[in-house]
């Protein structure tokens, strides 16, 4: 994995407090061995509180608001879980935004836990396929989405986790899913 596969690819990483800390560092570190450009997006500046279950841990730096960040400076976006962040978040209309314009743009999405609360509060998950961590899969359903309890559910343009023990899984596909739309730009 530490093959310079992503090498330029600008990946948005959208968060808020109380992310659960390993579905972002962990994925953005292997995002960052591939080559990638990692960029955390909040809704506020300055630095963002990670939590492991209920217990504060690092603090990540934000290096842009959501209220600056544009969806077409971006190649591909992850959306960490955390229940508080996920729930904070989903809310926040800048990231509805930016999200749909990923999303319209046919750009990747990697999403794990309660992430895909965003892409509910966004109208993005009718017809499509996912997985989420278990207590929120009604509303997944509830939005259309037609949800499995697997570890990795890769749909078009998504891929999708469960929950922290998914990551290895997770971020295989999520940089193969990278790969792949990075290839699809070059080709076009």
Not at 19 to 37: C, H, N, Q, S
Not at 92 to 117: L, M, T, Y
Request: glycine share 6%.
């Amino acid at each position: 994995m530490a093959e310079q596969n992503l090498s330029g690819l600008r990946v948005a990483i959208l968060a808020t407090d109380l992310f659960e800390e390993a579905e972002l560092v962990e994925p953005r570190k292997a995002l960052d061995d591939a080559g990638a450009i990692t960029v955390i997006i909040a809704p506020h500046s300055g630095e963002i509180q990670a939590v492991k279950h209920d217990t504060k841990t690092q603090k990540v730096k934000v290096d842009q608001t959501l209220e600056q960040a544009d969806p077409d400076d971006f190649d591909a976006v992850l959306l960490p879980g955390g229940a508080m962040n996920a729930d904070k978040i989903r809310m926040d209309e800048n990231a509805q935004e930016f999200v749909r314009g990923i999303d319209d743009s046919g750009k990747p999405i990697a999403v794990i836990c309660h992430g895909p609360w965003l892409l509910v509060s966004a109208g993005l998950v009718d017809g499509r396929h996912l997985t989420s961590y278990y207590t929120i899969q009604d509303d997944v359903r509830n939005a259309g989405a037609d949800w499995s309890d697997e570890e990795c559910v890769r749909d078009e343009n998504w891929v999708s986790s469960r929950q922290p023990s998914d990551i290895p899984a997770f971020n295989r596909e999520m940089i193969k899913l990278f790969q792949e739309s990075k290839s699809e730009d070059r080709a076009a």
